[in-house]
């Protein structure tokens, strides 16, 4: 079993920038795929970005390129995402999730979770 926590929400203005933290306990982090979603008010969760074991491979959904980078430090047992450009659209309670699957990009599932932290860009 992994726990999950999210940090790093808050509120910004348009343009601005945020960077979200997920913290991982228990298990073994490096053995994990990570994944950040979210989910906006009255919406469904939506894939945000993910990134591999070992940090060398990394997946964003459109609507995020080139804005967001995830990263991650496997010493510190932490993924990151850093959140440029922010717009309006991107407000949303944002999660972590972890997978051990071997089908990076794009997991059948993610196992763990955790409790979200919510990002509210001001327009």
């Known amino acids: 079993q992994v726990q999950l926590v999210e940090s790093g929400g808050g509120l910004v203005q348009a343009g601005g920038s945020l960077r979200l933290s997920c913290a991982a306990s228990g298990g073994t982090f490096s053995v994990y795929s990570m994944g950040w979603f979210r989910q906006a008010p009255g919406k469904d969760r939506e894939f945000v970005a993910s990134i591999n074991r070992n940090g060398l491979s990394t997946y964003y959904a459109d609507s995020v390129k080139g804005r967001f980078t995830i990263s991650r430090d496997n010493v510190r047992k932490t993924v990151y995402l850093q959140m440029n450009s922010l717009k309006p659209e991107d407000t949303a309670v944002y999660y972590c999730?972890?997978?051990?699957?071997?089908?990076?990009?794009?997991?059948?599932?993610?196992?763990?979770w955790g409790q979200g932290t919510q990002v509210t860009v001001s327009s």
């Open positions: 999730a972890a997978t051990n699957a071997l089908d990076f990009p794009r997991p059948r599932k993610y196992d763990y």
